[in-house]
């Protein structure tokens, strides 16, 4: 089985960088992968981490360290309209797509 | 041109009727999912097809029962609703890698 470790939740004001960690436990681990969900919205895909290391889209950017089972989103620069829940979830053996229980991000004028 | 579109959007029912829920995705993938979201927004996979055949079958009662008639669709079906069920369930599907995940926008289900 896999499980996810994230804090509930992160505030933030506007303008400043946001790091929201995530810790795994999994067997037959591919990657780690980032999703975004505003309030009454689906959850749509931030970024993917198959490699040890940083991948940076735009404002976003997402770590993995596989030795350490961990892996962080770093949101930079701040706006309003990163208010909203992140999820990290592990690919996994057997088509597996498990999420953690969602990090609450309030971004403060 | 929706990716993934999934119907109903909303659902209200009286316990004890049975309900289905469709799920279609155009992007090819070879990979389904239906998720239960609950009101702590925990997302709890449920199932898990590839080219129709059940892959996870997590600890679900059997009053559910999805169907995928092609690659291109799973349906949920529910039967027998109870108080318990009212959530939001996504369907979603991914590539062979499951490198990312498409959802559905949602059905968000009340039983009342």
């Known amino acids: 089985g896999q499980s996810l470790e994230q804090p509930s939740e992160v505030t933030a004001v506007e303008g400043a960088i946001v790091q929201i960690n995530c810790t795994y436990q999994?067997?037959?681990?591919?990657?780690l992968s980032w999703y975004q969900q505003h309030d009454g919205g689906a959850p749509t895909f931030l970024s993917y981490n198959a490699l040890d290391g940083l991948e940076e889209t735009g404002r976003f950017s997402s770590f993995l360290s596989r030795s350490d089972s961990y892996g962080y989103l770093l949101l930079q620069e701040l706006q309003m309209k990163d208010s909203a829940s992140y999820f990290c979830a592990a690919s996994g053996s057997a088509r597996q797509l498990t999420f953690g229980s969602g990090t609450q991000l309030t971004v403060l004028p | 041109d929706t990716a993934v579109s999934q119907t109903p959007k909303y659902l209200v029912t009286q316990m004890g009727n049975d309900k289905s829920i469709k799920c279609e995705q155009n992007?090819?993938?070879?990979?389904m999912y239906w998720y239960k979201q609950d009101s702590k927004k925990f997302l709890k996979i449920m199932f898990s097809?590839?080219?129709?055949?059940?892959?996870i079958n997590e600890t679900v009662p059997n009053r559910f029962s999805p169907k995928s008639p092609d690659k291109a669709h799973l349906n949920l079906h529910i039967n027998s609703l109870e108080l318990g069920d009212s959530a939001v369930y996504f369907c979603?599907?991914?590539?062979?890698?499951?490198?990312?995940?498409?959802f559905g926008q949602g059905t968000r289900l009340t039983v009342v």
């Open positions: 097809y590839n080219n129709k055949e059940l892959i």
């Open positions: 992007l090819g993938h070879d990979t």
């Open positions: 979603a599907s991914s590539p062979a890698g499951v490198t990312e995940a498409f």
């Open positions: 999994t067997s037959g681990f591919y990657g």
